[in-house]
């Protein structure tokens, strides 16, 4: 990988880079074990992580950063592009399931201009004019009062079709 | 998160004691105002070997899923090997149907960490980390000021309560993937590596674990077991449960029943068809039951009108086959298993005669075809092959071998595969299209 387009990876807030320094002290027997936590912190700062940011935290690890792509593009949770300003996970699985969660899926797509085939594969599409993305996660600990989504950063329990209009106008 | 509803009478809350309490807050001073820490400062007055022979005789079994004796595990570890040991706390929380670690994660983080102390004096650990899945976006900050609180304290960090012993605790947030759940996995996340689950031998992280060391994996509510283990003593314990299965257990009942939700039950204390239709209010008006998931979507699913044959001891103490009802079914470990399935994470998914067996199989599919990390053939091709077939089987393009086809595949996947993912993701569709086998044809012949 070649860094041609170092953009984010020449953005580093100091508070950023203070707590990445100390994310890895949590770590005192092997640095490689902060990539996880270095990935977390800086896509929750830049929103999503670029090939500039995957090779500077395989060298802030002193790893290859085919160490960080690889784990980058293993787990669901990372992005290396940018998403919807608001994003909507709903939860698939089958206590959110039995309870409608795949018609709010459908009603959340279809208030945000998302295609909801697209949107039931998982992934991450994004409304057509970036107010949203929208995606199918698997259960989220939560069954108990199903159906349940996540605002963001925020879990949302027992949705309504009610709720879906509110939410989706808010974020508007 | 909102608070628990008053306790049913059948139930036992220690590890919800705390936060069953009306604005119970997570901070240390709420904690101690609640017996807080008092289990930890007694271990330190026990020798280490005490506490794990409390620990085996209070027959307390893991709640992550495998119900495997805590004490044996413990007893694994060499403490004076000369060597680092760790402890991985596994709040991965994943697997379906389960919600009761987010619960003491998020509301009552210090009883886990007087958990922790405890276990890590037990075995002569100084570092323990504490794997949380990332979608409990706020849990990490939470229980980072609660390690915070306690350092300041002294119970944690350098010489703890100054018994001369160090320990550190850090909160390690996973990426959103089931298979980091399963503890070799969950240890090659830690480590910042893709998270494939080991090849075993050896079978447990207690003789090869993280960084090579011998490594204790526990799940959340187990370790705080720990703590009422030494408060109540391990007869008190013990005596709560049935034989070899202590304690109480978090049941999570989701689905179709009218109140869905957690219940911390004495083990073996109460029956499904109590859990179903008493404590959980039964099913809506008009309704009647299909099917029981009873631990977690990768436990066997169980028929409504099943009848096993389970072993119990009789008049005379000989051992004697009783045939059981699934509503009499008795919630512990043994019991579940003798029914052909699991007690798992204890997480009960309740389906009603308006549900359709064939929707429900796909629906878990789809679930194990995503989270397959993909390091076996069988598993990786196999879980996608079966989502495919239960897929086109509900949009009436089946096959009236697709049933079978759909067994087959499970059988070559269960048994072949480097970690247990492949049974769990086997399971559903081995039991599904063996109980609902009309439905499954029915829907095969549909076009
Ligand atoms: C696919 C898979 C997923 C698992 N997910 C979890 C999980 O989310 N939480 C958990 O505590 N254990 C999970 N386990 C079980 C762990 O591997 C391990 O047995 C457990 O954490 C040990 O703790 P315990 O003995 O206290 O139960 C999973 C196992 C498998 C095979
Ligand atoms: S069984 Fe499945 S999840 Fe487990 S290691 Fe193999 S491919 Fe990965
Ligand atoms: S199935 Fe949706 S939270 Fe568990």
Redesign the pocket.
């Known amino acids: 990988m070649t860094s041609t387009t170092a953009i984010q990876a020449s953005q580093i807030p100091p508070a950023l880079l203070e707590k990445i320094e100390e994310a890895i002290t949590h770590y005192p027997v092997s640095r490689r074990s902060a990539a996880l936590p270095l990935m977390h912190l800086w896509q929750n700062h830049f929103g999503f992580i670029d090939e500039s940011g995957i090779e500077w935290i395989a060298a802030k690890l002193e790893l290859q950063p085919i160490a960080i792509l690889e784990i980058v593009t293993f787990y669901p949770w990372f992005r290396q592009t940018a998403p919807g300003k608001t994003i909507i996970r709903v939860c698939r699985t089958l206590s959110c399931a039995m309870a409608g969660s795949y018609e709010l899926h459908d009603q959340i797509c279809k208030a945000t201009g998302i295609d909801s085939e697209q949107g039931h594969s998982h992934g991450m599409p994004t409304s057509p004019d970036g107010k949203f993305s929208v995606e199918f996660v698997e259960c989220l600990a939560s069954c108990g009062t199903a159906p349940v989504c996540m605002i963001n950063n925020d879990l949302v329990e027992k949705v309504t079709s009610a709720d879906i209009e509110t939410i989706v106008a808010q974020h508007s | 998160m909102s608070t628990l509803p008053a306790p049913h009478p059948k139930e036992r809350r220690i590890i919800f004691g705390n936060v069953s309490e009306q604005n119970y807050a997570p901070d240390l001073e709420t904690y101690l105002a609640h017996g807080g820490y008092n289990e930890a400062k007694k271990a330190f007055t026990m020798k280490p070997d005490e506490i794990i022979a409390e620990v085996k005789a209070a027959n307390l ?8 004796p ?1 004490g044996v ?1 413990w007893g694994f570890i060499r403490r004076d090997d000369g060597k680092p040991h760790y402890l991985c706390v ?6 379906p149907g ?1 919600f009761k ?1 987010g619960v003491i994660l998020h509301q009552d983080p210090h009883q886990l960490l007087e958990g922790i102390i405890i276990t890590c004096f037990a075995l002569n650990i100084h570092l323990a980390y504490i794997y949380i ?1 990332c979608e409990f976006t706020h849990a990490k900050a939470i229980l980072e000021k609660a390690i915070e609180e306690a350092k300041v304290r002294g119970f944690l960090g350098k010489n703890i309560f100054g018994q001369g012993f160090d320990l550190d605790v850090y909160v390690h947030e996973g990426g959103g993937a ?2 980091c ?4 996995s ?1 240890l090659e996340s830690l480590e910042g590596k893709r998270p494939y689950p080991r090849i075993k031998p050896p079978y447990f992280p207690a003789v090869l674990g993280l960084y090579m060391s011998p490594t204790i ?7 705080c077991h720990v703590k009422h283990i030494l408060r109540l003593g391990s007869s008190e314990y013990a005596k709560m449960g049935t034989a070899g299965d202590g304690g109480t257990r978090i049941m999570c009942v989701s689905g179709d029943v009218m109140r869905p939700g957690t219940y911390e039950l004495p083990v073996g204390a109460v029956t499904m068809g109590e859990l179903i239709f008493d404590i959980c209010g039964g099913l809506r008006p008009g309704r009647s039951l299909k099917a029981i998931i009873p631990g977690g979507s ?1 436990s066997k699913v169980l028929r409504a009108d099943e009848v096993f044959k389970i072993k119990k001891p009789g008049a005379d103490g000989a051992m004697i086959e009783q045939e059981t009802k699934l509503v009499d079914l008795v919630l512990d470990a043994g019991s579940v298993a003798a029914a052909g399935s699991m007690i798992g ?1 204890a997480a009960v998914i309740v389906m009603d005669d308006s549900r359709n067996m064939v929707w429900a199989l796909n629906n878990l599919n789809q679930f194990y075809a995503h989270e397959s990390c993909g390091q076996c053939t069988p598993c990786r091709e196999g879980v996608l092959w079966m989502s495919k077939v239960s897929t086109r089987m509900l949009a009436g393009r089946g096959h009236a071998s697709d049933p079978k086809m759909l067994h087959t595949i499970a059988d070559n996947i269960a048994g072949r595969t480097i ?3 492949g049974e ?1 993701a086997s399971w559903p569709t081995q039991s599904f299209t063996e109980k609902f086998a009309e439905e499954f044809a029915t829907a095969a012949a549909q076009q």
């Open positions: 079994r893991g709640r992550g899923g495998a119900a495997f805590t595990k596994n709040g991965d929380e994943s697997e389960t670690d899945r089931y298979i759940g399963e503890e070799t969950l994996v526990n799940n959340v509510e187990t370790i990768s994470s970690c247990a993912f769990a």
